[in-house]
């Protein structure tokens, strides 16, 4: 039994590493898709095809569904972490039940810079931040680049 419940939390702990990975690339699809509808919005106004305010609502819907994929993210990444914790206090409990020593700990405050998790946030709080001032700034900054 022991050694079935210490395979189940590795599998977990994977899954989990799989999982923010798979978000990584989610996000960076949504993003490029999204940027790639606002470029092309931009150059249909330079070329007369659409309109000034066609162009801005692009803009914005576009930036708001980057802010709220990035706030979706946030929560998704914040939970992955989370749990991961979780899993490391039962794996350590696990191991020091047994008696069984291989150099685990339980998870420290230092392990939180060195996570790409926390890289991946605070990318993600930026890049949400930025799409935010895009969204309430469209209009002089499309204004500007015409």
């Not at 050694?3 to 999982?19: A, G, P, W």
């Not at 060195?114 to 900054?141: A, C, D, I, Q």
């Amino acid at each position: 039994m022991t050694v079935e419940r210490y395979k189940f939390i590795l599998e977990k702990i994977k899954y989990l590493d799989t999982q923010f990975n798979v978000n990584l690339s989610n996000l960076k699809k949504i993003s490029i898709a999204l940027i790639g509808v606002i470029i092309s919005s931009i150059a249909a106004l330079k070329d007369n095809k659409i309109s000034l305010e066609l162009t801005e609502f692009t803009i914005e819907v576009s930036s708001l569904i980057l802010v709220f994929s990035c706030i979706f993210f946030i929560i998704m990444t914040d939970a992955i972490k989370k749990s991961w914790v979780d899993y490391r206090f039962d794996e350590v409990n696990l191991l020091n039940k047994v008696s069984c020593d291989l150099g685990r700990k339980y998870p420290s405050g230092k392990w939180k810079l060195h996570w790409s998790e926390t890289h991946f946030l605070l990318g993600v709080m930026l890049w949400g931040s930025l799409n935010f001032f895009l969204f309430y700034n469209s209009k002089s900054l499309i204004l500007n680049m015409i």
